[in-house]
């Protein structure tokens, strides 16, 4: 049983991200954004360990993640030269996507 849901799951999302690359209108990062989420989905969501068990408090915790992300643009904006890891358009990349999984989340809560 289990088996068949991911496996139907797997095949609406697949026919989701076909919608989106079909469509020219959405601007290229949202759909790297959507991208960058399907391939950390594939190294942090798998097995036992969902979503949700990364953000505990529901809104609360996306919220909180989205300030870091926030504070974290400032920090590197705010300061010169080229930052060794993450910069500003990878930031902006995650906020798009936690700002998503917010959006999934309160439509989920409101059914």
């Given amino acids: 049983?289990?088996?068949?849901?991911?496996?139907?799951d797997k095949e609406r999302r697949q026919n989701e991200i076909n919608l989106i690359l079909a469509n020219k209108d959405i601007p290229r990062p949202m759909l790297e954004a959507a991208a960058l989420a399907l391939r950390k989905a594939q190294d942090?969501?798998?097995?036992?360990i969902t979503r949700n068990a990364y953000f505990p408090m529901g809104l609360t915790s996306y919220v909180q993640m989205i300030n870091v992300k926030a504070l974290r643009l400032v920090?590197?904006?705010?300061?010169?030269?080229?930052?060794?890891?993450?910069?500003?358009?990878?930031?902006l990349l995650d906020l798009i996507n936690y700002a998503t999984f917010a959006v999934e989340w309160l439509d989920k809560e409101t059914k």
């Fill in 75 to 91: 920090s590197l904006i705010s300061q010169p030269g080229t930052p060794n890891f993450e910069n500003a358009r990878d930031t």
């Fill in 44 to 48: 942090y969501n798998s097995g036992v």
């Fill in 1 to 8: 049983m289990t088996n068949e849901i991911f496996s139907k």
